[in-house]
């Protein structure tokens, strides 16, 4: 488990084919301190363990599975990514509850860096923008973001100085993709709302009709 909170941007130091997949190995910098084989860490906001270690150097498995649904297949020697150790069970909740899952790949349809502000908006499929809300959590490119709207097949995120400075986000243009995990909760309400309409109970509930009630 995660929180979003980006504790290092390391560097790609090479990309190389494994069985199944690649082996991704990443300068950890001082996140390399005391970091073990076994360990999990969200890389760019995919959940990777730790399968070798030189130094600062951390090596990780990626199965080809992960390649298709994540933009890691897409890191090249010199890439950098945004790095997050898993949390331990009496750390501070600084962002919100991450699983380090991605649910897909958005892209970035537009930037506003008007009257001092930094905002994005994003293209992602519906099933991704189905499960979020306005002032909801979001994690694209493993960073805990809050959702400034959602509408369909896109959503918006705006960044902070400190999010400029400690990520990656303020280095992308528009097209660049991110994985994107949605907020845990959202998915079993989605799930739950979904298997009362299938049952004949929700009675024609649905996200749309919470929103507009004023509920999500």
């Known amino acids: 488990m995660f929180t979003g909170i980006v504790r290092h941007v390391g560097a790609v130091r090479s990309v190389g084919a494994a069985a199944g997949g690649s082996?991704?190995?990443?300068?950890?910098?001082?996140?390399?301190?005391?970091?073990?084989?076994?360990?999990?860490?969200?890389?760019?906001?995919?959940?990777?363990?730790?399968?070798?270690?030189?130094g600062a150097a951390a090596g990780f498995d990626v199965i080809a599975e992960t390649?298709?649904?994540?933009?890691?297949?897409?890191?090249?020697?010199?890439?950098?990514?945004?790095?997050?150790?898993?949390?331990?069970?009496?750390?501070?909740?600084?962002?919100?509850?991450?699983?380090?899952?991605?649910?897909?790949?958005?892209?970035?349809?537009r930037t506003d860096r008007s009257g001092g502000r930094w905002a994005l908006e994003l293209a992602a499929p519906?099933?991704?923008?189905?499960?979020?809300?306005?002032?909801?959590?979001?994690?694209?490119?493993?960073?805990?973001?809050?959702l400034t709207h959602v509408g369909d097949g896109a959503f918006g995120v705006a960044l902070i100085p400190t999010t400029l400075r400690e990520t990656t986000l303020a280095s992308l243009d528009v097209g660049a993709k991110v994985n994107v995990?949605?907020?845990?909760?959202?998915?079993?309400?989605?799930?739950?709302?979904?298997?009362?309409?299938a049952a004949g109970r929700g009675g024609g509930l649905t996200i749309a009709k919470l929103r507009e009630a004023g509920f999500a």
């Open 181 to 197: 995990e949605t907020d845990v909760i959202g998915k079993y309400v989605r799930k739950y709302l979904g298997q009362l309409s």
């Open 126 to 146: 519906a099933d991704l923008t189905d499960e979020m809300v306005p002032k909801g959590s979001v994690a694209p490119a493993g960073v805990s973001l809050t």
């Open 23 to 54: 082996r991704l190995t990443v300068d950890a910098g001082p996140l390399a301190e005391g970091l073990q084989l076994g360990d999990s860490v969200a890389v760019d906001g995919a959940c990777l363990t730790v399968a070798a270690l030189a």
């Open 67 to 109: 390649l298709s649904r994540t933009t890691l297949g897409d890191l090249r020697a010199g890439s950098r990514v945004n790095l997050e150790r898993a949390c331990r069970l009496n750390d501070a909740l600084d962002g919100h509850l991450v699983q380090g899952h991605v649910d897909g790949v958005a892209a970035i349809r």
